[in-house]
């Protein structure tokens, strides 16, 4: 169980499903809707956590990747395998307690991930796969709301391009195995200063919407947080540069995290 647990990327998990969550109640879901995002997302996620290191096992051996569940022996990929697929069969109707709208939106979202576990990851089409999952999440939770509205523009280009350009600054520090292994995704088939720049002005852009975006203008709270955020930013391209990719991909949770707690703080206005 605890090998199943560990090839389910369970920390991520666990904090989509909640950031998606706090997102649902503060758009004033309820708590009957709350939970249905609750149950859709966390078996959406567990189902695509379990796919990827399914998918990635023989890469994973080739590298030599012992922090992986299936490679150490802690699970078998069998098992992991059909995790995978229950946990998806059980996302559609999860879902679809958000209404047939939300339900058709979350699905289409988990299904671009497992696209890009199953192959997507290898080709050019690798960050769009990025744009689709993380861009969805915010119309799922408001289109559960009654009348159905879509969020507005501007959280929807956000969370799509923040999860892109993370995907750009993740592949830094793998570009030689993933060389070696042939994941030739569009990160990988550009220069390293090129993928650095991307990233970090899809992350930029990002921030700069979450702060322009609602009517109001960001809080004291949001533009603090968007503040810590370009900060991070910055340490990201200096670290990059410096050869700590390790570094710059933990700063670049850091941007992703005060974003995403920015979004939340204007839950408000994702109701238009």
């Known amino acids: 169980m605890r090998g199943l647990l560990r090839a389910s990327h369970f920390q ?9 969550a706090t997102l649902a109640s503060i758009v004033g879901r309820g708590a009957p809707g709350v939970a249905a995002v609750v149950a859709a997302v966390l078996a959406g996620q567990l189902s695509v956590g379990w796919s990827n290191d ?15 569940p299936i490679v150490a022996g802690a699970v078998a990929s069998t098992t992991v395998g059909r995790a995978a697929i229950i946990a998806l069969v059980l996302t559609v109707p999860l879902s679809m307690l958000s209404g047939w709208r939300a339900g ?22 690798s960050a769009a796969c990025y744009l689709v999952a993380f861009g969805l999440l915010p119309a799922f939770v408001t289109l559960g709301l009654p009348g159905h509205p879509w969020p507005p523009a501007w959280a929807t280009v956000a969370a799509a391009l923040m999860g892109a350009g993370a995907h750009f600054v993740n592949g830094l520090a793998d570009r030689e195995s993933d060389a070696r292994t042939g994941v030739r995704g569009l990160p990988q088939r550009i220069s390293y200063l090129g993928g650095l720049l991307i990233g970090a002005g899809l992350l930029g852009v990002a921030l700069a919407l ?6 109001d203008g960001p809080s004291a709270g949001t533009a603090a947080l968007l503040a810590v955020g370009s900060v991070a930013l910055v340490a990201v391209v200096v670290a990059a540069l ?3 990719e390790r570094a710059a991909w933990s700063l670049t949770l850091v941007t992703a995290v ?15």
Do not use: C, E, M
Request: aromatic share 4%.
């Open 54 to 68: 399914w998918a990635d096992r023989d890469r994973d051996r080739r590298a030599g990747r012992r922090d992986k």
């Open 258 to 272: 005060s974003a995403v707690v920015a979004l939340v703080l204007n839950g408000d206005a994702l109701v238009v």
């Open 210 to 215: 979450i702060a322009v975006g609602p009517p």
């Open 242 to 244: 410096t050869g700590r």
């Open 12 to 20: 991520p998990t666990v904090v989509v499903t909640a950031i998606t």
């Open 104 to 125: 058709v939106v979350h699905v289409a979202a988990v299904l671009a991930a497992w696209a890009y576990n199953l192959g997507l990851k290898r080709t050019v089409a």
